[in-house]
């Protein structure tokens, strides 16, 4: 197979284009595109909205844990861990039958070197109707899903999940919204992809996204039939070929 060298602004060298003139190059580096393709994905949302507990690292004391009559759950940082961590900031929390939403308001914890373990500034709403998840997520986080050794990711995002039983492992995605990292430059993400890691564990097993950051980039995902991490790519409209890269 060979490749056709390309030169745009955010994503450097080379496509695979069947049957195209030139040497054998190596496909073009897909990473800026995966990188956000990943942030846009619905698990660090949906796992901040699970138990603070199974994220938040703590002790019996800290942090300080309030629930309201309501049901609001308040939990309060200003204190120190058994293991000389500390933990800054506060987190508020409420999950009620077809409602749920979680807030953080700088909360941090810092080991006792004075590195990052978790970060997390904004919210995350979700909606239940049925099966159908609709998520609203606008936060700039790491130590969830991130490691803050990558520094922290924004994310401010629209999404919609179905079915909500069949996640992680099958359902269909619809994302519209901004992502940037310190790695990645504000890229708006749009699109609908469907995940079924039976049929394919490293690329959507069907969809389309359009990734724009300092230019357009569309991606489409063919998993059920060929799954070989490979997406269809175009820029700016025009059909360049296959970019390979291990989307999930």
Not at 168 to 188: I, K, N, Q, R
Request: charged share 15%; with cysteine; glycine share 12%.
């Amino acid at each position: 197979m060979r490749c056709t060298t390309v030169i745009l602004p955010l994503l450097g060298g080379c496509v695979f284009v069947p049957g195209s003139l030139g040497p054998a190059l190596e496909p073009v580096d897909l990473a800026p595109a995966a990188q956000a393709f990943e942030l846009a994905l619905p698990h660090q949302a949906l796992a901040l909205l699970d138990d603070p507990a199974l994220w938040l690292p703590g002790d019996a004391d800290c942090p300080v844990v309030s629930v309201g009559p309501d049901g609001l759950e308040r939990w309060q940082g200003g204190c120190a861990l058994a293991d000389g961590a500390m933990v800054f900031g506060s987190l508020e929390r409420f999950v009620g039958p077809e409602r749920a939403w979680v807030a953080g308001e700088r909360l941090q914890v810092v080991d006792a070197t004075g590195s990052t373990l978790l970060y997390l500034d904004g919210a995350v709403e979700q909606e239940l109707a049925g099966e159908l998840v609709s998520i609203g997520a606008s936060f700039t986080a790491c130590g969830i899903e991130r490691p803050c050794a990558r520094g922290p990711a924004t994310v401010d995002l629209a999404l919609s999940l179905f079915p909500i039983s069949g996640y992680p492992v099958h359902y269909d995605l619809a994302v519209e919204g901004v992502v940037a990292a310190a790695d990645l430059e504000p890229t708006s993400v749009g699109g609908t992809v469907s995940i079924d890691l039976h049929a394919c564990a490293v690329e959507p097993a069907s969809g389309s996204l359009l990734l724009d950051g300092d230019a357009p980039w569309g991606l489409d995902f063919d998993g059920a039939s060929a799954c070989d991490a490979c997406a269809a790519t175009a820029f700016d409209g025009l059909p360049l070929g296959l970019g390979c890269e291990d989307w999930l």
